[in-house]
């Protein structure tokens, strides 16, 4: 029991950081909920669905090969941050490109337009700052992550007393929650400064490569991503953004269990990998890690789902009562998404891409129909149900994986590379 208690210790570390800023942005929206109503949350909520979405695709995996690459080949280092940056900007470019066509198609308002690229900005932002915290990672200086994360709680935190007693717009909010994530991705890029990490000449084929080998490690995690955000766009489309609202308040703890989940995720990853040659060691230790999943999420689970509606009163006010059923609904798959996150970390490190992909690639297609014709129907509650049958028709899939086609024998995660891969997942 010696190394999941290490796991489960290491997942506590890693954590800390994440959620302060996590739990700070279930904060803004609930002053957003509280002070503007739950149709600008439902606007508000869609935007960043809509932003997020379409930040994973453009990532297309390339933030997880690149800090492989760093990890296996430190004293490459400039060129292969040269080549992630221009792959991840020239997907960011043509991803934002996108969005404005469909504002433009949508006819978005002025003061719509506005807060969708305030939005835009900080979640690409986002991603870049996520990137930079992988370097780091990949250089062994994570020490410096806590203490960007750390300020950059410490910004919102601001940001959220000034709205609370000054009242401002929420385009003004919104604009000093895009500087707090600016601050973070420059303070991340001087300490890579100062470490030594500089823009290199590169080749085209470098770029290329980078872009080519990323898909199949990263896409099952985008997929699973891409299902969590579409939850909020298509409800969006079936539903009046009062509604959306509504639903976001109750998604707000999901989202949370999601984030932990992926963490979770990239650390079982790591340990996972190390063991990835030792067959009889690598099943044992996942059979210990899936039986204490269970065991505590099935707990929580049931917590969660008690105290669901008093939760969602205490965040967003009485008016948002009625998300109360949503969230308890939602918290039925919070054992199923730790569930899937411990068979994806297996799936990756016995280098079974393609049998990831097989299983989330037509949940994917399930998955938004189920949101399609339930929000439809039910609303919010439709949708919360549909997440749950999304992560159980994995759950199944995952169960009987072994009976997928799911070694890729070109895929970049080898035998040789994979303990690199895994070592610095837990971003």
């Given amino acids: 029991m010696t190394k999941v208690y290490k796991t489960m210790s290491n997942l506590g570390d890693v954590v ?99 807060i969708a690229i305030l939005i835009t900005l900080r979640t690409f932002i986002y991603s870049y700052c996520r990137s930079n915290a992988g370097f780091l990672k990949g250089l062994n200086r994570t020490r410096y992550i806590a203490i960007f994360q750390a300020t950059h709680f410490v910004l919102l935190v601001i940001c959220l007393f000034s709205v609370y007693f000054r009242h401002p717009s929420l385009a003004l909010l919104l604009f000093c929650v895009l500087a707090a994530q ?103 230790h996942f059979r210990k890690v899936l039986r204490t999943v269970v065991l505590v999420s099935i707990l929580l689970a049931a917590i969660g789902a008690l105290f669901a509606k008093f939760a969602v009163i205490l965040l967003f006010g009485e008016n948002f009562a009625a998300a109360g059923l949503s969230g308890a609904i939602m918290m039925l798959a919070f054992p199923l998404i730790f569930l899937n ?41 439709g949708v919360a149900f549909s997440i749950v049958l999304r992560e159980a028709v994995i759950s199944v899939f995952c169960l009987h994986s072994r009976h997928l086609p799911g070694r890729l024998p070109d895929s970049s995660v080898t035998a040789d590379s994979r303990p690199e891969l895994t070592s610095v997942l837990n971003t």
Avoid at 76 to 92: C, H, P, R
Avoid at 356 to 364: D, E, N, W, Y
């Fill in 16 to 114: 800390v950081g994440e959620m302060l800023l996590r739990f700070a942005n279930v904060a803004i929206a609930a002053l957003i909920g509280r002070s503007y109503g739950a149709s600008v949350l439902g606007i508000y909520a869609t935007f960043i669905a809509v932003a997020t979405l379409a930040e994973r695709l453009a990532d297309n995996g390339l933030e997880l090969t690149g800090i492989a690459e760093i990890s296996a080949r430190p004293q490459k280092v400039n060129e292969i941050v040269s080549a992630l940056y221009i792959d991840k900007t020239i997907l960011s470019a043509a991803a934002i490109g996108l969005l404005a066509m469909m504002g433009w198609i949508a006819g978005l308002t002025p003061g719509q337009w506005l």
């Fill in 341 to 381: 996150a411990t068979f994806l970390s297996r799936l990756i490190a016995k280098n079974e891409t393609r049998a990831a992909l097989l299983i989330f690639g037509p949940v994917a297609i399930l998955s938004f129909l189920l949101n399609y014709l339930l929000g439809q129907s039910y609303g919010a509650a």
């Fill in 182 to 284: 600016i601050a973070e991705f420059s303070f991340s890029s001087a300490v890579l400064c100062t470490l030594g990490v500089h823009g290199a000449v590169i080749r085209a084929s470098l770029c290329w490569d980078l872009l080519r080998r990323s898909t199949a490690v990263g896409m099952p995690y985008t997929l699973w991503s891409s299902m969590m955000r579409a939850d909020v766009l298509i409800l969006s489309l079936v539903a009046s953004a009062a509604v959306v609202g509504t639903f976001a308040a109750a998604n707000a703890g999901l989202v949370l269990v999601y984030v932990i989940a992926w963490l979770f995720s990239g650390l079982l990853l790591s340990d996972l990998g190390s063991l990835s040659r030792n067959t009889e060691a690598f099943d044992l």
